[in-house]
């Protein structure tokens, strides 16, 4: 089993809908979860991390948690073409080392 | 200005051969990282230094050599090259905090291999 699991997509949505980009991970010693955004032929950039169970807002980011079901998720309220990325969901079991999803492919359409 | 920058950007050269890449950083961070991001974009670690010294080394071949002369320097030396080292290498650099921090990411560095 990956220690991070994304579905690769491509995962199509319209401009101005939600987004909802979802990531698993084996690991129950993780601690915490960060999701990156990578455009094409560009080095991925960080969105968000979270750290305990439950929702965290950053403006149209929402990253939420529940280390029961080892479960992490992004939505992407008011989608914009210019969303359209590769969203990595990452983690850090402690420390010096943080493991990539492959990441899924989003799509917005104008 | 660059907070990370690696060079070359681009880099082609022969089966055999030996190749460098070099990474540096301007934020101040402790920790460094070379990842590998291959053709299916899964983006891997290869290795981890803090102040210098190596942390994570993820069985990357012994061809693969790291070499930190500073904390603000992490090269990266690839002796033998093979068709399968084509990928694209990115430079990171954080802080280091028990719960993980933020990595920034250099440019990277799409090594192909003929």
């Known amino acids: 089993q990956k220690e991070v699991e994304q579905n690769s997509g491509p995962l199509s949505v319209p401009e101005g809908a939600i987004a909802s980009l979802n990531c698993t991970y084996s690991?129950?010693?993780?601690?915490?979860f960060f999701w990156y955004r990578q455009y094409s032929g560009k080095s991925p950039e960080l969105i968000m991390f979270i750290y305990s169970n439950g929702d965290k807002e950053d403006g149209r980011f929402t990253a939420q948690l529940n280390k029961a079901s080892q479960y992490v998720s992004l939505l992407i309220r008011d989608s914009q073409p210019s969303d359209s990325a590769t969203y990595l969901c990452a983690l850090n079991t402690g420390g010096f080392k943080t493991i990539f999803g492959a990441g899924t492919r989003l799509f917005v359409k104008a | 200005d660059t907070a990370v920058s690696q060079t070359p950007k681009y880099l082609v050269t022969q089966m055999g051969n030996d190749k460098s890449i070099k990474c540096e950083q301007n934020?101040?961070?402790?920790?460094m990282y070379w990842y590998k991001q291959d053709s299916k974009k899964f983006l891997k670690i290869m290795f981890s230094?803090?102040?210098?010294?190596?942390?994570i080394n993820e069985t990357v071949p012994n061809r693969f050599s790291p070499k930190s002369p500073d904390k603000a320097h992490l090269n990266l030396h690839i002796n033998s090259l093979e068709l399968g080292d084509s990928a694209v290498y990115f430079c990171?650099?954080?802080?280091?905090?028990?719960?993980?921090?933020?990595?920034?990411f250099g440019q990277g560095t799409r090594l192909t291999v003929v």
């Open positions: 990171a650099s954080s802080h280091y905090d028990r719960l993980g921090a933020e990595a920034f």
């Open positions: 230094y803090n102040n210098k010294e190596l942390i």
């Open positions: 690991d129950r010693g993780s601690q915490s």
């Open positions: 934020l101040g961070h402790d920790t």
